[in-house]
């Protein structure tokens, strides 16, 4: 047994409210219990890199989570599989077509699979969605068609879908905002009596972020149902952990005063266990979670890093033997739930995804130029009218003046 | 026709009141803008009326206020928000600058983001430090920004109601030494478009062009300079982005000289942009390049010295007779 599986016997959360109470003591100790945060992590875990379930009767903490994916059967975890195998191979092409030239830039998911397929099917259609740029994962979850997700890095847009076709909002940029955006909406949805719930994407970098601080207290103080979930993937461009926190992420939500879990982020069920958890509490009207997944970015921060002037090559050898998709292949094969002829399969439709890709990226026409001035405002402006006038008038002094 | 006369501070009040009453997804967001009603009493009573959940009291973080604010406009609703002061709006100037004002352009006009940020701003109240500050180019060198002050109680009244129904964010500044001046408000008028510019009082010598606190600056030095025989016009430009240049091109294009005038720092203000401007459209009316009048480049100073800083009667009446000097 691997010491991660150990570690699945015990859970850790925070629980802010249920601790606050005997806070004398606590204070006290507060420094010297915080985990420093390069310690061996414990997180919950359902599947073992080896692909071995993880078995509920023998550990009482994995048992309050095992629950949460008892409905899985195995056509659904073929189905997992194969969102997280078209997912790479989505993922795999973009990174290429960017070598290519065909984008300016892609940041790939590699590695991180399982956090965001397994989260992204914990979600129900009328929750809503707050990406960070990296959510390619999600995405496919909510139904985006993935070249949608291309232009922007294609520079034909700046993401140009509309959010409320699939309640995935654009990709942000800037590291963190959008936390806020999420608890703002989180609000909006407590106001309507709505009992759908909302979850924010970021990574371990941006939670050095005020806003994700804000966003953090703002859904505490109105008790918002959203869901934090934090991929931390480790590296932050060339920043490691322990360049950004002194203490594990999930433990600050204590302070906050909501549960903070760690999960294994490269196991599929444990994150969609414990997503559904914390939606399901979201619902409830029993306010935010913090959820980190404890996952590994396998490939560069972008296409414009090179993570080799920065990483140890046995740090990714180690991470590549926890490899989401090869552990979910291991136990399905295991036990019996896909044979050579669905693996088969499932390669010709990622090659067949993988021409689509690329066909779709090449032809993607550029924006017509006066889109420039388009959508600037949504009740007009005098001066981006002026402007559009004076460019076209521009424009149009070369027809036939060569 | 009901008109009542009522004080700008009082006029916002009631324009927030009738923006509640007309619409149900209209919130009021800010630091203490529920029991207290704000440090300026702008939304006085509007809790006790509306309720917590429709004005609510935030945390004090200027990122997380129109951050969040983001995220209920984006669920529908159309947050008001009230950043305390001027000084205090940087916090939030990311959230504004690369959130607010892009997403509808980064959506290719499917999502609207239908958001008033109201600023109490500008100076000569005798405050401490970050809290007479006026940052209005900021916000209107920003593509996807509206940015409008209101100087009278009337426009107060209806500029606001209009902000509010804009489906563009827009920074709404409020000249907060100005909040005790009375005006007639009408009610039930038929209110001119936000932006644009209005000849507050004719003359044919000269126009001055101002907006907010600087508007009645103006007014009491068209009124010194009437009494040595100059007649000199007023536009209130009302509206920072868009500026109204037709408008003020045709009355410059009447009196064939120009004065801007701003209490913000005159390099690179909003005055520059209006010099530059009116230049390239009234090159052969002008008989005097466009002069500007406005705050130094240097930080606002301590509350002693705000009189010499901020632009007076003399200041002005100065650069008229500059201008008429040419």
Same mark, same amino acid.
């Given at each position: 047994?691997?010491?991660?599986?150990?570690?699945?016997?015990?859970?850790?959360?925070?629980?802010?409210? +249920?601790?606050?109470?005997?806070?004398?003591?606590?204070? +006290?100790?507060?420094?010297?219990?915080?985990?420093?945060?390069?310690?061996?992590?414990?997180? &919950?875990?359902?599947?073992?890199?080896?692909?071995?379930?993880?078995?509920?009767?023998?550990?009482?903490?994995?048992?309050?989570?095992?629950?949460? &994916?008892?409905?899985?059967?195995?056509?659904? !975890?073929?189905?997992?599989?194969? #969102?997280?195998?078209?997912?790479?191979?989505?993922?795999?092409?973009?990174?290429?077509?960017?070598?290519?030239?065909?984008?300016?830039?892609?940041?790939?998911?590699?590695?991180?699979?399982?956090?965001?397929?397994?989260?992204?099917?914990?979600?129900? #259609?009328?929750?809503?969605?707050?990406?960070?740029?990296?959510?390619?994962?999600?995405?496919?979850?909510?139904?985006?068609?993935?070249?949608?997700?291309?232009?922007?890095?294609?520079? &034909?847009?700046?993401?140009?879908?509309?959010?409320?076709?699939?309640?995935?909002?654009?990709?942000?940029?800037?590291?963190?905002?959008?936390?806020?955006?999420?608890?703002?909406?989180?609000?909006?949805?407590?106001?309507?009596?709505?009992?759908?719930?909302?979850?924010?994407?970021?990574?371990?970098?941006?939670?050095?972020?005020?806003?994700?601080?804000?966003?953090?207290?703002?859904?505490?103080?109105?008790?918002?149902?959203?869901?934090?979930?934090?991929?931390?993937?480790?590296?932050?461009?060339?920043?490691?952990?322990?360049?950004?926190?002194?203490?594990?992420?999930?433990?600050?939500?204590?302070?906050?005063?909501?549960?903070?879990?760690?999960?294994?982020?490269?196991?599929?069920?444990?994150?969609?266990?414990?997503?559904?958890?914390? !939606?399901?509490?979201?619902?409830?009207?029993?306010?935010?979670?913090?959820?980190?997944?404890?996952?590994?970015?396998?490939?560069?921060?972008?296409?414009?890093?090179?993570?080799? +002037?920065?990483?140890?090559?046995?740090?990714?050898?180690?991470?590549?033997?926890?490899?989401?998709?090869?552990?979910? +292949?291991?136990?399905?094969?295991?036990?019996?739930?896909?044979?050579?002829?669905?693996?088969?399969?499932?390669?010709?439709?990622?090659?067949? !995804?993988?021409?689509?890709?690329?066909?779709?990226?090449?032809?993607?026409? #550029?924006?017509?130029?006066?889109?420039?001035?388009?959508?600037?405002?949504?009740?007009?402006?005098?001066?981006?009218?002026?402007?559009?006038?004076?460019?076209?008038?521009?424009?149009?002094?070369?027809?036939?003046?060569? | 026709?009901?008109?009542?006369?009522?004080?700008?501070?009082?006029?916002?009040?009631?324009?927030?009141?009738?923006?509640?009453?007309?619409?149900?997804?209209?919130?009021?967001?800010?630091?203490?803008?529920?029991?207290?009603?704000?440090?300026?009493?702008?939304?006085?009573?509007?809790?006790?009326?509306?309720?917590?959940?429709?004005?609510?009291?935030?945390?004090?973080?200027?990122?997380?206020?129109?951050?969040?604010?983001?995220?209920?406009?984006?669920?529908?609703?159309?947050?008001?928000?009230?950043?305390?002061?001027?000084?205090?709006?940087?916090?939030?100037?990311?959230?504004?600058?690369?959130?607010?004002?892009?997403?509808?352009?980064?959506?290719?006009?499917?999502?609207?983001?239908?958001?008033?940020?109201?600023?109490?701003?500008?100076?000569?109240?005798?405050?401490?430090?970050?809290?007479?500050?006026?940052?209005?180019?900021?916000?209107?060198?920003?593509?996807?920004?509206?940015?409008?002050?209101?100087?009278?109680?009337?426009?107060?009244?209806?500029?606001?109601?209009?902000?509010?129904?804009?489906?563009?964010?827009?920074?709404?500044?409020?000249?907060?030494?100005?909040?005790?001046?009375?005006?007639?408000?009408?009610?039930?008028?038929?209110?001119?478009?936000?932006?644009?510019?209005?000849?507050?009082?004719?003359?044919?010598?000269?126009?001055?062009?101002?907006?907010?606190?600087?508007?009645?600056?103006?007014?009491?030095?068209?009124?010194?300079?009437?009494?040595?025989?100059?007649?000199?016009?007023?536009?209130?430009?009302?509206?920072?982005?868009?500026?109204?240049?037709?408008?003020?091109?045709?009355?410059?294009?009447?009196?064939?000289?120009?004065?801007?005038?701003?209490?913000?720092?005159?390099?690179?203000?909003?005055?520059?942009?209006?010099?530059?401007?009116?230049?390239?459209?009234?090159?052969?009316?002008?008989?005097?390049?466009?002069?500007?009048?406005?705050?130094?480049?240097?930080?606002?100073?301590?509350?002693?010295?705000?009189?010499?800083?901020?632009?007076?009667?003399?200041?002005?009446?100065?650069?008229?007779?500059?201008?008429?000097?040419?």
């Amino acid at each position: 047994m691997t010491v991660e599986s150990t570690a699945a016997r015990k859970p850790r959360r925070s629980s802010g409210t +249920k601790r606050a109470a005997g806070a004398a003591s606590a204070r +006290k100790t507060a420094a010297a219990t915080a985990q420093p945060h390069d310690a061996e992590p414990q997180l &919950v875990q359902l599947l073992t890199p080896e692909g071995e379930r993880v078995d509920a009767g023998d550990h009482p903490d994995v048992a309050e989570f095992a629950p949460f &994916v008892a409905d899985i059967t195995t056509e659904d !975890l073929r189905g997992l599989y194969r #969102d997280m195998v078209l997912t790479r191979r989505f993922d795999g092409e973009a990174t290429a077509l960017q070598r290519q030239g065909e984008l300016g830039l892609w940041a790939s998911l590699l590695g991180q699979e399982a956090a965001q397929i397994g989260s992204g099917r914990a979600l129900r #259609d009328d929750d809503y969605v707050f990406p960070t740029y990296r959510e390619h994962g999600v995405a496919w979850c909510r139904g985006v068609d993935p070249t949608n997700l291309l232009g922007m890095f294609r520079g &034909v847009n700046h993401g140009g879908w509309d959010p409320n076709t699939n309640n995935f909002h654009l990709y942000t940029i800037v590291i963190g905002s959008q936390t806020l955006h999420a608890t703002g909406y989180a609000m909006g949805v407590a106001k309507d009596g709505a009992d759908s719930a909302v979850i924010a994407y970021f990574g371990d970098g941006a939670s050095s972020q005020g806003d994700v601080m804000e966003a953090f207290n703002f859904s505490a103080v109105y008790n918002s149902p959203v869901v934090f979930f934090c991929q931390n993937n480790q590296w932050a461009i060339s920043e490691p952990t322990e360049r950004q926190m002194r203490v594990p992420l999930y433990q600050r939500a204590q302070g906050f005063g909501f549960p903070g879990i760690r999960v294994d982020g490269n196991d599929v069920l444990a994150c969609l266990a414990v997503t559904r958890w914390a !939606l399901e509490r979201a619902r409830r009207g029993e306010g935010p979670t913090l959820v980190e997944a404890f996952t590994y970015r396998m490939g560069a921060h972008t296409t414009s890093d090179d993570p080799t +002037k920065y990483r140890r090559d046995e740090e990714t050898a180690a991470w590549e033997s926890k490899d989401p998709i090869l552990r979910l +292949k291991a136990h399905l094969l295991a036990s019996g739930g896909a044979d050579e002829a669905f693996f088969a399969e499932l390669e010709a439709e990622s090659e067949t !995804l993988g021409k689509h890709v690329r066909e779709v990226v090449r032809s993607m026409p #550029d924006p017509d130029t006066m889109a420039i001035f388009e959508n600037v405002y949504a009740d007009g402006h005098a001066l981006v009218d002026e402007e559009r006038a004076q460019f076209a008038a521009y424009l149009a002094s070369f027809e036939g003046g060569e | 026709m009901a008109i009542e006369k009522m004080s700008i501070a009082k006029a916002l009040n009631e324009s927030l009141r009738k923006a509640m009453e007309t619409d149900p997804k209209v919130l009021i967001m800010g630091e203490d803008v529920g029991k207290l009603g704000g440090v300026f009493r702008i939304t006085d009573g509007l809790q006790k009326d509306f309720g917590e959940e429709r004005v609510i009291d935030t945390p004090l973080a200027e990122s997380g206020i129109v951050g969040t604010a983001i995220g209920l406009a984006l669920r529908g609703y159309r947050p008001v928000v009230e950043i305390q002061f001027d000084g205090f709006v940087f916090p939030a100037y990311d959230q504004i600058v690369t959130q607010l004002a892009k997403m509808h352009a980064r959506s290719l006009g499917t999502i609207k983001l239908p958001v008033v940020i109201r600023i109490p701003y500008a100076g000569g109240i005798g405050a401490v430090e970050h809290h007479s500050e006026s940052p209005e180019t900021l916000f209107a060198h920003v593509p996807g920004l509206k940015v409008v002050s209101p100087s009278n109680a009337s426009d107060a009244y209806w500029m606001l109601q209009q902000a509010i129904l804009s489906d563009d964010p827009v920074i709404f500044f409020e000249p907060k030494r100005r909040y005790w001046d009375k005006g007639e408000v009408d009610v039930d008028a038929i209110p001119g478009e936000l932006h644009k510019a209005r000849v507050t009082r004719s003359g044919t010598d000269l126009t001055l062009a101002a907006y907010g606190p600087m508007v009645k600056v103006c007014m009491e030095a068209a009124a010194a300079a009437a009494e040595e025989g100059k007649s000199v016009e007023v536009v209130d430009l009302r509206s920072m982005s868009p500026v109204d240049f037709d408008g003020l091109q045709a009355s410059v294009e009447r009196t064939r000289r120009l004065v801007v005038v701003h209490e913000a720092p005159v390099f690179l203000g909003v005055g520059a942009e209006i010099a530059a401007r009116i230049t390239e459209r009234c090159f052969y009316h002008l008989e005097a390049p466009v002069l500007r009048v406005g705050g130094f480049h240097a930080p606002y100073p301590p509350a002693r010295l705000e009189d010499e800083y901020l632009p007076g009667l003399d200041r002005v009446l100065d650069a008229v007779d500059r201008s008429l000097a040419y």
